[in-house]
């Protein structure tokens, strides 16, 4: 056939548009005619051998020719004709895309004849050498997909090839792709691939290798550009192979032999990894297998076909590195609800209401900074004020220490019920040891008419800030590490490990104190403790009104009254938190004062108290714009800024183990209970709010998510909830937060940040 036989028409250009109308009429004739044809398919390509009607019927998308000079038309369809020589394809020199799946084909060498061929797919045929053809100028994409390939042979010569398509045929290995430095696209998804080699320094974006033999990841480091990859179907155990492919999207893993978690670290660098699929692989059996994967790659989007939800993402960190608040939360919850097993009682400490807190002075900082010596200290010298808050632990006492005096040193099991018998108001683990302060400790200072002093970590911090008490917090830190770590040094009971590890937490602190202002009432730094002290000592002396000039204008105030203030000591230091003797403080310290001794900003914090507590006598529940812009009354706000929601998991987390620590018993002496104190019950008073207890219930419903329970940690595994006798459906959960609030209580809704990958 020649050019213009040939019903492609092909004109010159200068008759174009005069001949234009003629060739769509003809071709509307055409298909005319190839409609009445419909019927009798069997007519079309007779033997198998293709024929022009059969292609004419194919033919589609009529366009410039490739050098722009014909009208022709550019792709053929021709799918399940059953044909087997398509030679007559080759006349049709201007053809781009040709299709001919569904068909017997073997022999594909005239298409070597189309110069211009840019799209081929000759898939579900007979071929069995892929791309022997005289290779076309430009040929972009190819589909030889269900065909009976074996071997790949040489493609040099296909150097335009971008995408390669040669799922289900009988390839063992991959060759001849070295000089197609264009390709982007492989898939040979269901062949006998066992080894993944030859494809060095491709461009590739897509692979798919599914449903082969590979039992390796290998020689994909080159592989700059892969963004999707399909592994699925095949026997790899191991993700190692994969660290180097920091630009993959998508990992298709499903149905191998991958078993262990830790796997998954060798695509954590993969920053844009959004879609993961692990499903039927041993892996999924696991407990918290799903929050394990979201824990480490925290940008997924979908995991095993489902996508995540942020609940999901919060709860992967709550479980595995909870933020200190949410530990704190939960060690406060804890307490608290073990606190409401107990028969209630008047503590002494919570006698003065919550309009005068009782005062508390707190020392915080890290191990070696001091804080320790400076309370003691400040309970010598202020004796009359002042008594020292013992903490308890499980760490053994050292030479210098006296029991009941530094700690109460207990062994973990007693530790652990004291948990149970709600007697704790904070716990917290530190290098492997426990320490915890009791209410008892407090009250024992508490019935002494003094202001309770302790030291403890920030962490500790947390977890107070929760509780109904309100003490002042001093940061106590060395800012120089040189002298904080000669100190440690000095002391000669730590490890280098441990040297290092608490040096590098001032750095906790100092960025706590400068992310939220007003967490800590004041700093000291303790790099010379004598200077601390002396700082130290003058604030509290000016609290107490007992600095020199508060003396002397206490003194110039007395001498005009009639009588003097008999209980000055120790009404001082039980209003630690609120200066007693207005006068003479306001002139201490220059602040105006009202009739009965609150500055203006306590003045204002005790309205909006009152305020509050009508609100609550009154069942109202502010608008919600008013409670989100309501402040709370509090001198050192915690954190309020990050806090939302606690995620789902509860588990007690922060009770001690006796793995962790060995289980040694010491000195099991507590601090006995108050015989005066203790037997009386009343539903007035209690170790904390149950309301934010509340706040946090979904938390407790949830324990679904919790880990791995190791059933000989109780405290590790027993729900407090369920101790308490309650169903999981709290009596009180679907209280209104509001409603129930009382004022002082703490409301703080925990969300820790979403990590950045690579926690
Ligand atoms: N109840 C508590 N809650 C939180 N932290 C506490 C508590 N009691 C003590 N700590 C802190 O735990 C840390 C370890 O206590 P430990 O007595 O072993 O410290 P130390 O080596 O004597 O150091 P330092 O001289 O700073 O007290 C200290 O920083 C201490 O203040």
């Not at 407090?720 to 999981?728: A, C, F, I, Q």
Request: charged share 25%.
């Amino acid at each position: 056939m020649d050019e213009e036989t040939d019903i492609l028409k092909v004109h010159e250009n200068s008759d174009l548009d005069v001949e234009q109308s003629e060739l769509i009429l003809e071709n509307e004739n055409l298909e005319g005619e190839l409609n009445e044809d419909d019927n009798n398919d069997e007519e079309l390509s007779p033997g198998g051998v293709l024929d022009e009607e059969t292609i004419a019927r194919g033919l589609s998308n009529l366009g410039r020719s490739a050098h722009g000079e014909y009208q022709v038309y550019l792709n053929v369809t021709i799918p399940g004709f059953s044909l087997v020589d398509i030679s007559l394809l080759g006349e049709y020199q201007y053809l781009q895309k040709v299709e001919v799946p569904y068909n017997d084909i073997t022999d594909l060498s005239p298409l070597g004849k189309l110069p211009h061929l840019l799209i081929l797919d000759a898939s579900h045929n007979q071929i069995e050498k892929l791309l022997d053809f005289t290779p076309p100028f430009n040929l972009q994409e190819v589909n030889f997909s269900w065909n009976k390939i074996t071997e790949m042979g040489d493609l040099s010569s296909h150097y335009c090839l971008h995408k390669l398509l040669l799922d289900n045929n009988e390839i063992s290995g991959i060759f001849g792709l070295e000089h197609c430095r264009r390709l982007k696209y492989l898939s040979m998804s269901h062949n006998h691939i066992s080894k993944m080699f030859g494809l060095d320094e491709l461009p590739i974006q897509y692979l798919n290798l599914s449903n082969n033999q590979i039992r390796h990841i290998e020689n994909l480091e080159t592989l700059k550009y892969l963004r999707e990859l399909n592994l699925s179907g095949n026997n790899v155990r191991s993700l190692s192979g994969l660290s180097k492919n920091t630009l993959l999207e998508m990992v298709d893993l499903e149905d191998n032999e991958i078993i262990d978690i830790v796997e998954i670290n060798h695509i954590k660098n993969a920053k844009n990894l959004r879609e993961l699929n692990l499903l039927r692989n041993p892996i999924q059996e696991l407990p918290d297998y799903r929050l394990s994967v979201l824990f480490r790659l925290n940008r997924l989007v979908i995991l095993d076909r489902h996508h995540v939800k942020e609940e999901e993402k919060v709860s992967a960190v709550n479980m595995f590195d909870p933020p200190m608040d949410v530990v704190a939360a939960r060690d406060h919850i804890m307490h608290v609800v073990y606190s409401f097993l107990q028969p209630a009682r008047i503590w002494d400490s919570t006698l003065p209401s919550t309009e005068t807190p009782y005062p508390m002075l707190v020392l915080v900082g890290p191990q070696g900074s001091g804080k320790k010596e400076l309370a003691m200290n400040l309970v010598d010298e202020f004796g009359d004020y002042f008594g020292f808050g013992v903490s308890h632990t499980t760490r053994r006492p050292r030479v210098d220490e006296i029991p009941g005096k530094d700690y109460y040193f207990v062994s973990l099991d007693k530790f652990e019920t004291d948990i149970k018998m709600g007697q704790f108001i904070q716990t917290y683990q530190h290098q492997n040891n426990w320490f915890g302060l009791q209410m008892e400790s407090i009250e024992n200072v508490a019935r002494d008419g003094h202001a309770c002093v302790v030291h403890m970590e920030l962490e500790g911090v947390m977890t107070l800030k929760k509780t109904f008490f309100e003490p002042r917090y001093v940061l106590v830190t060395p800012l120089n590490p040189e002298i904080h770590e000669r100190r440690l040094r000095q002391k000669g009971i730590y490890s280098e490990e441990h040297i290092k590890r608490t040096l590098k937490r001032v750095d906790l602190y100092v960025k706590q104190n400068q992310e939220h202002p007003g967490f800590f009432d004041m700093m000291i730094c303790s790099d010379d403790i004598t200077v601390a002290y002396k700082q130290i000592q003058k604030i509290v002396m000016d609290y107490l009104g007992i600095s020199p000039e508060a003396q002397e204008n206490y003194t110039n105030q007395m001498s005009k009254k009639e009588t003097p203030d008999v209980s000055f000591g120790n009404i001082r230091a039980r209003t630690w938190s609120r200066p007693s003797n207005s006068e003479s403080l306001s002139q201490s310290r220059g602040l105006r004062l009202d009739s009965v001794g609150h500055g203006i900003v306590e003045e204002e914090s005790i309205k909006r108290r009152q305020s509050a507590a009508k609100d609550v006598v009154n069942n109202y529940v502010p608008p919600l714009y008013d409670q989100l812009m309501s402040k709370y009354p509090k001198t050192a706000p915690q954190m309020a800024n990050k806090q939302i929601g606690l995620g789902h998991e509860q588990r007690a987390a922060t009770a001690p183990t006796k793995k962790e620590q060995g289980g040694n018993i010491y000195d099991d002496t507590g601090p006995a209970d108050s015989p005066d104190s203790s037997s009386v019950e009343s539903s007035v008073s209690r170790l904390s709010d149950l309301d934010s207890a509340a706040e946090l219930e979904p938390t407790l419903l949830e324990e679904e998510y919790n880990m791995n329970a190791d059933s000989q940690l109780p405290t590790e595994t027993m729900n407090p909830l369920t101790l308490m006798g309650t169903s999981s459906n709290l009596q009180y959960s679907n209280r209104p937060a509001s409603k129930t609030l009382r004022p002082g209580s703490d409301r703080h809704h925990v969300l820790p940040p979403i990590q950045p990958a690579g926690v």
